[in-house]
Nanobody, 124 residues
């Protein structure tokens, strides 16, 4: 049984930083890309960032480019999302996900396995 478990969320002030982790277990994670999505209250889940298995290519939503950094440690089956200069509009539940194929995509349907999510709240 594949499991993804996120951690590291919390309540911070605008301008602060947080680092999210996603620990994977119970399945095959290579050579699949991993991604982070987020879902704000009353809104659809949206793509945040993705990273290839070899970690040589990363992708970001325009809204987080330059502030967030995705990384992974494939030996540990763990992905990370470093979030700097947080803004109130970053408030959401953040989910990690494993891609359905080796291709990196930004749509929700391209991901097979999902974590339970971790809440990030940024106050102004």
């Amino acid at each position: 049984q594949v499991q993804l478990v996120e951690s590291g969320g919390g309540l911070v002030q605008a301008g602060d930083s947080l680092r999210l982790s996603c620990a994977a277990s119970g399945g095959i994670f290579g050579p699949y890309p991993m991604a982070w999505f987020r879902q704000a209250s009353g809104k659809e889940r949206e793509f945040v960032a993705a990273i290839t298995w070899s970690a040589d290519v990363t992708y970001y939503a325009d809204s987080v480019k330059g502030r967030f950094t995705i990384s992974r440690d494939s030996a540990k089956n763990t992905a990370y999302l470093q979030m700097n200069s947080l803004k109130p509009e970053d408030t959401a539940v953040y989910y990690c996900a494993r891609s359905r194929t080796i291709k990196v995509v930004s749509d929700v349907g391209g991901y097979t396995y999902w974590g339970q999510g971790t809440q990030v709240t940024v106050s102004s």
